[in-house]
């Protein structure tokens, strides 16, 4: 079983930038892929990022050219590097974590809200 715990979330004025961060522990040697969905009020659940643990990646189309996401395996961690954010970004941000290569796995984490406002 795998836990994760984000962090770095908070309130940011358009054209900002925040860090996120997801540390996994349990049974981190079985994971695979690690990334982030989102949540906006009255929206579906959407995949921002995905990273293998090859460094593989993928991202929607609405953040391409301003977020990043990286990984630390020696550390078991998952970042996401949000620049030039929007008001549309504003939304629940969920790390997710699976054994295959693909996202969503099975593992969530509490979520950590990003606020995006003048």
């Known amino acids: 079983q795998v836990q994760l715990v984000e962090s770095g979330g908070g309130l940011v004025q358009p054209g900002g930038s925040l860090r996120l961060s997801c540390a996994a522990s349990g049974s981190t040697s079985s994971i695979n892929a690690m990334g982030w969905y989102r949540q906006a009020p009255g929206k579906e659940r959407e995949l921002v990022a995905g990273i293998t643990r090859r460094g593989t990646t993928n991202y929607v189309h609405s953040v391409k050219g301003r977020f990043t996401i990286s990984r630390d395996n020696a550390k078991n961690t998952v970042y996401l590097q949000m620049n030039s954010l929007k008001p549309e970004d504003t939304a629940l941000y969920y790390c997710?974590?699976?054994?295959?290569?693909?996202?969503?796995?099975?593992?969530w984490g509490q979520g950590t809200q990003v606020t995006v406002s003048s």
């Open positions: 997710n974590a699976n054994q295959g290569p693909f996202l969503p796995g099975g593992s």
